[in-house]
């Protein structure tokens, strides 16, 4: 068994390359929640979301997040009633929002409902959420507090960032089987995910921190920043407003109690002494998952450090 | 003001008619409730939407019901996640359920709801529902009871019926504005919909009947019955199996107590001396709308039938 630890679309784009290389039935994806949010009344969930759309084959791969071929009819009404539009709530996807939400309401944990959406997407990997419980995350921004979601979608990831705070984590419990997970797993990857926003909140949930640095399985991190920048997403913006470099090595130095190995970009090789110092193994290899063939080859790289630290 | 007690979609068609003789801000339309329910979540309105989209210009002129040029795809998604699927929502329709299911989470009533969805879509006649407390009919059938939609959508209106009840509505009360209206108003209109499911529930919220009987305004019925068969949907069947014959006659006896005339289709003119005998005066007209000069032509006759009781 894999655990993989991740967030958005990062991470989904590993994961699907970690699918052509091992079974998907080995593998164990712990997904971050802070990014969870209340609109319209429903439950959106976008990292569990997008993990469990890109392993059931019906990701966007265009846009990255949503479902291919979906349409924005709801979306254009609910703006007619001068509701928020900001979102962009696909008509399939509001499906799983409507069915998470009335499951939810049922009474049915969020780790339940996650694994049944992800069978009836065909998904075979296990999707957990990092926790059960409620959290948000929180991005200061000079402009105020704001949710991720509407830090980096409504406003566009534009405001200045002072902190990051995940809002109810210090009351969380790992979800069911991610304690289990991690303790009896063959090794874990830390996706190339945002380590402060997406990775982070994970890492802050009691307990979970804990288990990686208690577990035998070696742990291996995916490096989301090359050359100074960050492949997806505003995790470059937000590294700098709380005082980071841009740069692999910043990340590494965020992981360095949990790694085993850290993979990074050939671009970044001249990194690889100062990461080594801290110290962590260093990996280098194509980072960049521009098409299918290159998420496989660097799920074969990672796997390959897996291997070579059981082996060590 | 004329104020007007309909259903779905054959009260809709009268409406609309309406529109284009009197001018739709002198309109107040009372709408049944009683088909409302719950799915996934969301609070469902059958009449109210139909009221609303049909008066906006908005209503599916093949189907009656839904908005013109609707798509399905939630719907397809809920079905894969093994959530009911008889009911036809549609993509855009949902909006409408997420707006008004969100805003009575937040506190608002089902008239300010209605009121604000019917403005937000460009509604000039005043929407009202028949109250704000939740009623729910029920169809007693030989395979048990069910919630009416259940049984005219779900199960095709085939199980045989026993008995309707209309759930809730002894404790609930007429909208705000609903009794003034049908005190101050120049003229009441019944619209030729399901006597019994459609416009019984509005007839059952307590004070609404009394307030039809009292007003001095002359009251109007439309047959929604025309040489024993339903012009729409299964009022002929539940006419039927409540013992009553499917005629013209059966519909002014359920009104009788209430009405200063009733407008039916010409070709039951061979009824206007039972009719006149309960006693209630007829006029008789082309009452099938098959077109909008059809519901134009009728909503002429309709008014010119409360004219000549006004000046009588």
């Known amino acids: 068994m894999i655990v993989a630890l ?19 039935a080995d593998l164990t994806v712990i997904v971050n ?7 319209h009344g429903l439950t959106i969930c976008p990292d569990l979301d997008t993990t469990a759309y890109t392993l059931a084959g019906f990701a966007d791969p265009e846009r990255g997040w ?24 696909g008509d399939r ?16 944990t969020l780790a339940e409902v996650t694994d049944r959406i992800a069978r009836s997407l065909g998904v075979r990997a ?3 959420p990092m926790t059960n419980e409620p959290v948000s995350t929180i991005v200061l921004t000079d402009r105020g507090p704001s949710a991720l979601q509407e830090y980096l979608v409504r406003d566009g990831a534009q405001p200045a960032v002072r902190g ?13 089987g991610v ?10 990857i830390l996706c190339p995910s945002n380590p402060i926003i997406s990775i982070g909140p994970i890492l802050s949930v009691p307990g979970i ?11 291996v991190g995916v490096s989301p920043v090359v050359g100074g920048r960050a492949l997806k997403g505003p995790t470059d913006k937000l590294l700098a407003g709380l005082g980071y470099d841009v740069s692999a090595l910043s990340v590494a130095r965020l992981y360095q109690d949990l790694l085993d190995l850290f993979i990074i970009d050939r671009h970044d090789a001249e990194l690889v002494p100062a990461i080594e110092a801290l110290p962590v193994r260093v990996r280098t290899t194509a980072t960049v998952m521009g098409n299918l063939e290159a998420k496989i080859s660097l799920a074969k790289e990672t796997i390959a450090g897996l291997d070579s630290l059981r082996a060590s």
């Open 6 to 24: 991740g967030g958005g679309t990062g991470a989904a784009k590993l994961l699907l390359g970690l699918c052509h290389v091992i079974d998907p």
């Open 33 to 39: 929640t802070g990014d969870d949010f209340s609109l």
């Open 66 to 89: 949503g479902i291919d071929g979906d349409t924005f009819s709801a979306l254009s009404w609910l703006h007619r009633y001068g509701r928020e539009a900001w979102f962009h709530l």
């Open 93 to 108: 996807d509001l499906a799983t929002h409507l069915h998470r939400t009335a499951l939810l309401r049922e009474g049915q």
């Open 126 to 128: 296990r999707i957990l």
């Open 164 to 176: 990051v705070s995940f809002d109810g984590v210090d009351r969380s419990r790992p979800a069911p």
């Open 179 to 188: 304690l289990e997970a991690i303790e009896s797993c063959r090794g874990v």
């Open 209 to 219: 921190r804990d288990a990686l640095r208690a577990t035998e399985a070696p742990v």
